[in-house]
Each structure stands twice: as C-alpha cells, then as structure tokens.
C-alpha cells in the first residue's frame, strides 16, 4: 500500500463522508523506532507526550535518507514508454529542478559515484485503514456506470457488506430506512457523521448499482455452491460481456477468450457453447491455436466437437506458428535449435528443419516428412510469436489468421502434423485427443511409440522420462488395440494395414515401425504372427509336415506327385517348373537348405583342420575356400542390399548394427588372416592355429539358426544378456584378483623379474584359486626346494618364497598369507559368485516372463533375412550372386522391394482400407469408453457398499442411544403424570378447586405440516421499476452536471422531499429550429402557453394536463434531480416521431429466416458517428413538418412524399413519455412509434426505399440490422422495437 501525502484538512476519504481527519498511526510505536549503527549513529529511543507527531516528522527526513540524481544526462535509449530519459533511468520530470540546470557537471560524463547524492526522504506521511468506504463505493458505482462488471465478496465490509445485503431486494424495497439502517450496521463509528444528503445519495446510487443485476455478483463462499472466486468473476465477465449489446458475434468471441484464458471448460460448454449461437470452425481456429500452445486438451476437444477440423486448421502458417511455439523445456526445441545453428546463413525455421529432426527420431529408413523447398519456392516467414500465453484481445493470432487467408497450404496429413507437435512436447491429452482424430491410426501410434522411445533415451529429466515411458506403452496398447478389432473383423484386410506403405509416414509400414520401436507386444500379437508365418511358408499351406518339407528337398520330383500342397490355385492344379520354383523360394525352405549347407561346411571346415591340412592345399580345402568366398558375396549382397536409398554409410550402420553380422565379418576376417598365414610356408602353424579359433566363432554362428525355434531362441536371447551381465561382473572380480594376486606375490615371491611368471603368480594362480586350486607352498606345509627355483633361472619352475638362509624352510608369515587367502575365497566363492548367480537368475526371470513375445519378436529378423534371401545355398548361391550382378550391374534393373513385406496400395483401395481401419478404430475408443465407465460404476459400487456399512454401524448406534432415551424420556413422562394427578387430587381434596373443567391428561400428536413461518419468507416478484430511470442518472449527458440524488420513493411530487434542490440547467441550442430560452430568469417564459398549442409548438402531453409551478411545467413522471431545459430545445413535453421500418431477414435462397420457431426481423438503424448506439431513424420535427430531421437526412427528397404515405398507413405501436436521458424536472421527450412493415421482398416501395437509402451526412451510417435484444440501440428504441417484434410475433 503506498502512503498517503500528509493531509491538512483530512483524506478524501474522510472529507466525503464529513469525518474530521485522524491520524491512525498509534505513536506510542514510535518509541520503538532506532538508529542503526551505520546510518544513524548512536541508538536512542524518542519520546514524547503532546510532541510526538512533529518529533516523528522531523526524525524521519533526519535519520532516513534517499537517493537522488543531480546531472540530467540524455540517454541515447528512450524508456518504454519511448519517453526521453536520464542515464540514471529516470524522467526529466522526476529530477529536481537543480539537476535539469547543472554547473560545475557540464561537459563531464555521467558518473553514478559523483553525480547521485544522498537526500532526507519525503516518502512518509499517515496510512489510513479504513475498509472499504465511501471512496470504494463510488469506484463501484462508476465502474456499473460505464458498463464495467464487479464482483462483490460478502464480509470485506463496509460498503461491500451493504450491497451483498440488498443485492437480491426488489429496487422498491430498497428504501431510504433501510439504507440508513445497513449504514448505521456497518459504518458503526462514521455513521453519525453521515449528512441526510449523504444517506439520500446513497440510496440512489445502491439502486442504481443492483438495477443493472447483469454487472454485479455478489460471491459467498461456500454459499450457493461458490467455492472459487476466480470462478465468480469469470461468471462476472461472461454474465457482462454477454449482456452487451454488440453487432455480429463479437460479445461471443470474447466470452469464449475469457474462458479459455482462465482454462473454465465447464463453462465455456455451460454458458458459451448454447442454442444461441452457431459457431463457424473458422471463428475458432485463433482460440484452438491457443489452446494447443497452452496445452488445454479440454477446450480442444470442445472446439473438436463443435465443428473444428484438423484438416482444415492445420495449415502450413499455422504449423509454423506452433512449432515457433514450442515448449523451450522440451528435448525436441533443443535439437531443432541445433539444427538452426548448423545452417551456414541464419534462416527462419522452416519445416525442412523439423522434418530433418523426426527423420533422426523415426529412422533413416523413413522418407523426410517435409520437403526441402526447390530454388523457386518462396519461403514462408515465420510470423512475429508472441509470449506463450493466451492474449484475450487474440490480436497476434487474428493477424495469423488474416496473413494467411487465400494462401493456406495444407499439408499432406493434418492429423499427423498436429499429432507429432503434442507427442515431441510429451502431452499425453492432447496426443490422445489427436491421435483419435486421425484414419492411418495404427501407422500413428507405432510412429508416437518410435519417437518418444528416442527422446526418451536422451532425456534427462527424470519425471518427464516416466512421462514419456508411460505415453509410450499407451499408444503402442492404442496400437495393439485397434489392430485387434481389425484382425477379429477381417484378418486379410488387416495383414495388409501390416505392409501398406504409408506415404504420410515417411513411405514406412505399420511392421516396420513396431520393428525399429522394438515394440515387442504388438510384433508377437497373434495376427503378426500369422502374418509373419504366412510368410515364412511363402506359397505353400501351412498345412504341411517338415517331414514333407525335408523329403521334397532331398527328392524334388516328389514336388509332382502331390506331397506338397500350395496355397494358389494353379500352383494346385500345374505340374511345370513352377512348382519347383515356388517350393525353393519359400523362406521356410530355403532355411534348411542353409542350415544344410552350413552344417556341410563346419564339417568341411573342421575334417580339413585334424585329417587334411597339408602343406600344400588339398582339394577339399580348396572346396572350403570356395565355400567361404559364396559366404563372403552373401554377406556383401547384404552389405550392399538398399531397397529404401539410404545411403551406402547408413546401409553399413543398419548393417553392423545386427549382431550376428558382426560375428559373420569377424569370423570371415579371422579365417582371412589365417589363410594368409597357412600359405606363407613359415608360419603354416599359426595359420591352423588362427584357423582352429576361427572355426569356434563359425560354430557360435550356428546359434543364430536356433532363434526359429520356439524352445530354443528364448535361451539364446538368455545366453546374450548373461554375457552382458558376466563382463560387468569381471570389473569387480578384477579388483579382487589383482588385489589378492599383488599382495600374495610380493609377500611370497621377493624380486622376480620374469614377465610370465608374474602373470601365473598374480592373475592365473589367483583365478584358479577360486575354483579349489591352491598354490601348495602358501601356508608352508607342502614347501618343497625341489619344485621350485632359488633364484628363478630355471624357466620351468617358480621362484622359491622367502626361506632361511639354507634355503630349506619358509620364512613368510604364514598366518598372514592364510588370513589372505581366507578372505579371499570368502568374497569370491562365496559373495561374488553367489551375485553373479543372483543376477543370472534375475535375467533368466526378466526374460522368462516374457519369452514368448522376446522370441517372437526376434522370430521376424530371421524370416526377413531368409525371405530376400536367395533361393540356393552356399556353395551355389554363387549362380544367384552371378545373376544379380547381370541384372543389376550389366542390365541396370533397379532391386525391387519384396510385396510380402512392403506393399504400395492404389489410392481407391488404399482409402477405403484406411476408412474401414478409422470405422474400428471408433469402435476401439467406444470400449475402452464403456471399460472406463464399467470400471468407474463398480469403484462408486464399492464406495457406495463402504458408505452404507458405515451408515449402518451409525444407525444401530444411534438407535440404541434413542431408545436409551426415549426409555428414560417415557419414564420421567410417567413420572410427571403421577405427579400432577396427586397435585390435582390434593388440590381437590382441599376443596381448592371444582370438578367441572378437570384437564385430561392424554397423549397429544404432533401435528403435521409446513410450518407457517415458511410461507411468510417468501417474497413476492418484483412489481418491476414504475418510475423513470434513465432521467435521474447522476452524470447529465454531454454536460458538467451532476443531477440531485433522487431515490425511488422520491419520485412522485406527491412525496415530501425538503431537502431536494436540484441545479438549474439550460444549455445553449445549436441546432436547426426555434427553441425556448435558457430560463433564467421567469419574465421570457411568462409568454409560453403550457397544456396547449403554443404557435407551432405543442406544448400538450399525451399524459393529460401537467402541473405547472412557478412559472414552470413539472415532469408528470416525477423528479429528475435537475431542473431547467436541459439539452432538449422546449420546456414541457418535446414531442419526436419515431418510425420504425421492418422487413422479414431471409437467407439467400429467399426463404425468411426463423429463430427459436419464431420468424426474424430487420430494421432500418442509423449511426452517428459520434454516437455510440444506432437509433431508430426518427426524433424532433421542426414546426409545421411531418417527417423527422433525422429521417430526412438519410431519405432522398424525391423519397419524401413516398414515406409521408407510408407513415400514414403505418400502425402506431406507442405514444407516450420517453424515459430519456436528457429529461429534466421541467423538461421531457414524448414520442409517437409507427411501424412500417414490408411483408414481402417484392414490395415496390421496399425497392424504392432502398434506392433512396443514403446519407446526406458522411459521418452517418445506415443499415439494415437483424432484430435482436442485443441489437446496441438506445434503451428507449429498444422497448419501441420489442413492442413491435411482439406486433408481428417475431423473435426477440
């Protein structure tokens, strides 16, 4: 709260309401109050009695300085205001008046050190509190005035305490008294000082404050279901922007920035998303845009379900703006600012750049998802990004909107752009609202699980790495979800969503997506599998035996006798070299000729290594030489093998990325090596022997071929992770080897010089004696000179330990080596290897859990290489190798892609699978709906079966205590009963009393019903407001006048109101016409006949004979609180003649348009421009005229005598007082409304009308404008037009 300036003669606040000024500030507190060590010297405390207050004021500018500047230097930076200022920050204003005139500083730079100086403050002076009091409540009455909403919070007090009282009172309850009583409740202290001028004016303006209900709430927490004040005010400003009255749609727009600003999605459904207006989805597209950078899914899936489309909003400006918008947080803003940062030139961010991050997100495998833009494609600028935050006003998103109508480019897929903007920011809403959006679902959520398991990996945080592993086990369950309602529809329709390509996706499949996500739940579902089987048996049925299969290999001509059946028809029916054809290309058999042939080649390999390896190769090593060649091609073909155009560096890192082709390259590698030492003569031994370790990595090659089996390949996968986890393991077993090793040695062993037998000494001796073999000499038991060396010259043998000088008994402490040894094994055998055991066996348990989807995930990589595999196995794949060189080297025929695994659908047929696949992908999210509400049911079951046992258990305590008491209630009744008939009888007895009228003591029922007291709580409606209101507004229109307070129950003239005397006030008449003079003094005024024809001039009232009073006529509605002419140009009634001009609105097919079943009006309105409101096309006439001024302004003369007619065959709708702003005590406006209807459009005088439709004046407009209770006229045209729509039964 800032300080007041110090007061003479009192605040504002305390001036107003006739208080004598206070101070507030206690000053006994000043005796606390001391001078720090560094400013202020030696502390001491003040006192004081009667002086206080001076002593205060001058202790404060003493002892408490400020800083201030004394050279006004001009910065070369203006403020933000684009002000002129110091180089101190401050304006030229705010120096003092020396530093705008410096002397001594001219010519000298500004310098903080020299040029800012230490001054006595003169920020003090007195804080009032005193709650919120008159100077709040005119703030409030100001504020309803100009149209402005409040939110009163009852129990703030004060003022706001007054109106939460009456706020729900009918206007004529709210009386004088009772403002005079709240004040005297809640101005307990001031009230006394209150004037009666001062209760009076009150009243008026808390009249006119709960008159206008649409801008005033009144929040009671925890009353009336009010919990949250934002949630009042937001009401507030939707009850008032709604109650405007606006052209067009603009008080809408506005209620639903409001909501989506305060993220009220309850609300903006409740309140905005009505009967009464039907939104277009281009009026949302700017508040969508907000929605989704402010991440509010709910109010996206509202604009969703209220006629937003994805394909239409989504446009190539609109793409650029939310990725321009992007959450900086996020993983995926990082690596797009690094891609910026590579480009030789700064550029703008283009969709090029974001396609160049998802590519590194989705795989190399994947098509670029924007094109790089050609040499003559113009550049789209990114648009100026406002702050992340929703602007009400939407003025930066409407400029987005209006930049790029008649140039939106759309992109290839919507859905998906929108789709992969949520899931980089990791926003599990607003991904789920999307994804269910899109048609290619499958294909999406693959793609979502592929993406964020990439920037999952690179995350740092953890909650958002739970929040991204979370969002990608969803869609890959939306995955496996939808893909399961397509597999039980139709199970050949849903192989084929398996290997469609996907040209929104990067030209990718739904498989190979799961395969590069490794979303091993999807791959190993049944409906993969069957595929994936499918192709495995290539043409063949899957009924077939491997026994069968076997035969047929060994013995092709059984392929003609029918033991094999196929899948095609003329495959069943032919007998030609189809069917050997067809046989030897199925994966399934081209897998065992492989595991065939490799198995003849190790046994190749290992009969050359013991039985045939001479000095010169024999011609069986020559066999193995040519069958390691066909190996090498294979792999090559590999190698080299591109269907997607990748790149030859991106072909070698998919390529090396698989394991078992490491183990191919190395073992081939390996036997080059050996090869090349066996035929160099000198070292034909190492060659065997290089080529003898050679032949161990051949035979691990073998297990690659068990991965088919379905018992086999879980192991396999088994084996792998445990190697993983023995390599971490020998770090920790290396410290504790080499520790014991080092120790022992130098303890044993003194000075031994020979490289291998320290090796044996610290690393092998100490290994295997993990595994029982202890060194014999250790604990000198078994130290023998004989087996080992004194000196260590012997090679064979070890250096001997420490002994004596004869060299015949150890003198090593042997308690210490045995203690080493001891707790060597105890943490070796006994606590590393029992870890190693226990992480072998969490592996095992790991994998075992899910061996079944691990196997068949891992099942796919082996039918895909066998699939593109050629038909003939080494040593005569070398025919196919030749022929694949021809067709693609020689002949130049680009490789083609394997339709089994990839296939590109024709757009009919593709959009029809794709619609069928979004029909069941509805049906998906319908059952997990009812899943939801089925689980929800049975959780409120359970709630509800709690909450009945405990109200149960409550009950049968309770009844137990009523009938405890009522037991004891039943017996004091008898008591009291017994007690009075002995009274009575005794009384009797004494003769104090007479037989006749004896009371009877009966039980008596409470009776039943409502009490009464209820019926006289209830209120009464509103009568309504029978007095002019407009007329006694505080503010007279256009002038510095302020009315006399006149409250309801003044009104009348009847009512005695003595201490009203209100300003006189006649302003100057500037227009066209004669006009009464100003009337200050009676004498001019004598010569007007009032209640009768004056001249020209009719001065009668349509209301009867007016009193007249002092020379003056009074208004027959009562005061006004202003006395004179006003504005208006006569004294008494100013008659105007107010036209009104209607056709039936119809629609472009002529048809009349209907709202709420009721037809719809236009009426004829005109503007001035400085105006707030359209008017009716009426007002004064000037004397002897029958048309209005204004009316004649915007009709051509030749129009005139036409309208003339038309008003005399018109239907008078009213003719009376018009409460009018502008009225005062003497002066007043009547009117005579005349509707003018033209039923039908052909009207020959609607066209004429039309054609004359012009303004003289070009700073007023005219227009035919849709009759509506929103329609901005003045009030008084307001209630002409809804008598008028009433007239015609049309909608209002």
Not at 523 to 548: E, I, K, P
Not at 906 to 921: C, G, P, Q, R, T
Request: proline share 6%.
């Amino acid at each position: 709260m800032e300080p007041l300036p110090p007061r003479k003669d009192g605040s504002e606040l305390e001036e107003g309401l006739g208080v004598q000024p206070r101070r507030v500030v206690d000053l006994d507190m000043v005796s606390n109050l001391r001078r720090s060590n560094s400013r202020m010297g030696k502390s001491q405390y003040l006192y004081g009695n009667c002086g206080k207050q001076e002593h205060l004021s001058s202790w404060i500018p003493e002892n408490i300085m400020k800083k201030e500047c004394v050279y006004f230097v001009e910065s070369p930076k203006l403020s933000d205001a684009g002000k002129v200022v110091c180089e101190c920050g401050y304006m030229h204003k705010q120096h003092l008046e020396e530093a705008t005139r410096p002397q001594a500083f001219q010519g000298k730079e500004w310098d903080p050190k020299k040029h800012v100086q230490e001054m006595p403050t003169d920020a003090f002076g007195d804080i009032v509190f005193t709650g919120l009091g008159q100077k709040t409540g005119k703030t409030i009455y100001n504020a309803i005035t100009h149209g402005t909403p409040c939110v009163i919070v009852e129990g703030s007090g004060r003022v706001a305490d007054v109106l939460a009282q009456v706020a729900s009172l009918p206007i004529s309850e709210i009386t004088i008294s009772l403002i005079q009583q709240k004040l005297s409740e809640f101005f307990q202290e001031m009230f006394d000082t209150f004037t009666e001028r001062q209760v009076v004016e009150w009243t008026k303006k808390i009249q006119d404050i709960v008159r206008k209900q649409q801008l005033l709430t009144i929040f009671r927490e925890g009353k009336d279901g009010q919990q949250d004040v934002d949630v009042a005010i937001l009401q507030a400003l939707l009850k008032a922007s709604r109650s405007q009255d606006h052209f067009g749609h603009e008080t809408w727009d506005h209620q639903l920035k409001l909501a989506v600003a305060w993220n009220r999605v309850d609300i903006a459904r409740s309140e905005i998303f009505t009967d009464e207006r039907q939104w277009k989805p281009s009026d949302l597209h700017p508040v969508m845009t907000a929605a989704l950078i402010s991440n509010k899914p709910e109010f996206v899936k509202l604009f969703l379900e209220n006629g937003v489309l994805l394909k239409e909003f989504a446009t190539w400006d609109t793409l650029l703006y939310l990725y321009g918008n992007l959450d900086p947080t996020c993983l995926f803003h990082s690596k797009l600012q690094k891609v910026l940062a590579e480009e030789p030139a700064p550029h703008h961010m283009q969709m090029h750049h974001v396609a160049q991050v998802l590519r590194e997100l989705l795989g190399d495998f994947t098509q670029p998802l924007y094109c790089v833009p050609r040499m003559g494609d113009r550049l789209r600028p990114l648009l100026p990004v406002p702050p992340i935050k929703l602007n009400v006003q939407g003025a930066s998103l409407q400029s987005l909107y209006k930049h790029s109508s008649g140039c939106d480019a759309f992109t290839m897929d919507p859905v998906r752009d929108l789709l992969i903007w949520a899931i980089v920011q990791n926003r599990r809403e607003l991904a789920e609202i999307i994804w269910a959006q899109s048609q290619d679902c499958i294909t999406a959520a693959l793609a979502c699980s592929k993406i964020l398991k990439e920037l999952s990996r690179e995350e740092q945080d953890t909650d958002s790495l739970e929040d991204m592993l979370a969002l990608t086990a969803a869609f890959e369950n939306r995955a496996v979800g939808v893909f399961t309602e397509c597999y039980r529809k139709d199970e050949e329709r849903a192989q084929k969503l398996l290997v469609r390509v996907s040209e929104a996706w990067g030209k990718t499949t739904c498989l190979q997506l799961a395969l590069e996500a490794k979303d091993m739940k999807f791959v190993s579902h049944g409906g993969v599998q069957a595929f994936l089987t499918r192709v495995w048996w290539g043409q063949l049925s899957m009924d077939n035996g491997l026994w069968q299969v076997f035969l047929c290999m060994l013995v092709f001509p059984l392929l003609y006798t029918g033991l094999i059946s196929f899948r095609e028809r003329r495959l069943r029916a032919g007998r030609g070299l189809a069917r050997i054809r067809t046989f030897f290309s199925a994966p399934v058999v081209v897998f065992h000729l492989n595991v065939l042939s490799y198995s003849a080649f190790l046994c190749l390999f290992a009969y050359v290594l013991m039985v045939d390896f001479q000095p010169t190769p024999s011609g069986c090593e020559r066999l193995l030489y040519l069958w390691l060649f066909s190996l090498v091609c294979e792999e090559s073909r590999q190698l080299f093998y591109n269907p997607d155009g990748c790149g030859l560096v991106k072909m070698a890192l998919r390529y090396f990325s698989d394991f078992w082709n490491k183990l191919d390259i190395g073992a081939i590698l390996l036997f080059i090596v050996g090869l090349v030492c066996r035929l160099t003569p000198t070292l034909l031994y190492p060659g065997r022997i290089v080529l003898s370790l050679d032949f161990i990595m051949f035979c691990l090659r073998l297990m690659h071929i068990f991965t088919i089996s379905k018992t086999l390949g879980p192991k396999i996968i088994i084996v792998k992770r445990m190697m993983k986890d023995v390599f971490f393991f020998l770090f920790l077993l290396a410290v504790w080897v080499v520790s014991f090793g080092v120790a022992k040695q130098a303890i044993l062993i003194h000075n031994e010089s020979r490289a291998e037998w320290i090796f044996r000494g610290v690393i092998y001796h100490s290994y295997l004696t993990i595994f029982g073999q202890i060194p014999a000499y250790i604990d000198g038991v078994n130290f023998s000179p004989d087996q080992c060396s004194p000196n260590g010259t012997d090679p064979y043998k070890p250096k001997c330990p420490e002994s004596d000088t004869r060299g015949l008994e150890p003198v090593f402490p042997e308690w210490l080596t045995v203690t080493l040894l001891c707790l060597y094994l105890l943490f070796t055998n006994i606590l590393l290897l029992n870890l190693l055991i226990a992480m072998f066996n969490y592996t095992f348990q790991q994998v075992q859990e899910h061996t079944d989807q691990i196997w068949k995930f891992q099942r796919h990589g082996l039918i895909e290489e066998y699939h593109g595999r050629p038909p003939l196995p080494p040593p005569l794949i070398l025919l196919s190798h030749l022929h694949l060189f021809i067709k693609r080297v020689i002949l130049k025929r680009p490789a083609g892609q394997h339709q089994q695994l990839k296939n590109k659908l024709e757009k009919n047929e593709e959009a029809a699978l794709l619609s069928w696949e979004a029909y069941l992908k509805e049906n998906f999210l319908q059952g997990q709906q009812r899943q939801r509400e089925k689980q929800k049911v049975q959780d409120l079951g359970s709630r509800v079966d709690t909450m009945v046992d405990l109200l149960e258990m409550e009950r049968l305590k309770l009844l137990g205590t009523l009938e405890q008491r009522l037991a004891s209630l039943e017996e004091q009744v008898a008591q009291t009963t017994g007690a009075l008939h002995w009274i009575m009888k005794t009384l009797r007895d004494g003769s104090l009393g007479s037989e006749e009228g004896i009371p009877t003591l009966a039980t008596q029922k409470a009776s039943e019903g409502q009490d009464p007291a209820l019926d006289s709580r209830q209120k009464a409606e509103d009568p309504g407001d029978p007095h002019h209101v407009h007329a006694r507004h505080l503010l007279y229109p256009n002038a510095p006048v302020t009315r006399f307070p006149v409250p309801n129950e003044k009104v009348p003239w009847e009512t005695e109101f003595l201490i009203y005397e209100p300003l006189f006030y006649s302003a100057e008449w500037t227009d066209k016409g004669p006009a009464d003079p100003m009337g200050g003094a009676l004498e001019p005024l004598s010569g007007i006949s009032f209640n009768a024809m004056d001249g020209p001039v009719d001065r009668r009232s349509f209301h009867g004979a007016y009193m007249v009073r002092d020379g003056l006529p009074l208004n027959p509605m009562g005061r006004t609180g202003l006395r004179g002419r006003g504005h208006l140009c006569c004294f008494g009634p100013n008659h105007t003649l107010q036209p009104v001009v209607t056709r039936w609105r119809r629609n472009q097919d002529g048809a009349i348009c209907r709202k709420k079943v009721k037809k719809m009006l236009e009426v004829l309105v005109v503007k001035h421009a400085l105006s707030e409101h359209w008017a009716l096309p009426g007002g004064s006439q000037e004397p002897g005229e029958t048309l209005p001024w204004t009316l004649k302004q915007v009709l051509g003369r030749e129009c005139w005598p036409c309208f003339r007619n038309l008003l005399a065959q018109g239907t008078e709708v009213y003719k009376g007082y018009v409460d009018d702003p502008r009225n005062t005590d003497n002066a007043w406006i009547e009117t005579v409304a005349i509707s003018i209807h033209f039923p039908n459009q052909s009207d020959v005088e609607l066209k004429r009308l039309n054609c004359h439709l012009h303004a003289c004046d070009p700073e007023t407009a005219i227009r035919w404008q849709a009759v509506d209770k929103h329609v901005p006229l003045h009030a008084s045209h307001k209630a002409i037009l809804q008598k008028v729509a009433a007239l015609y039964g049309a909608f209002y």
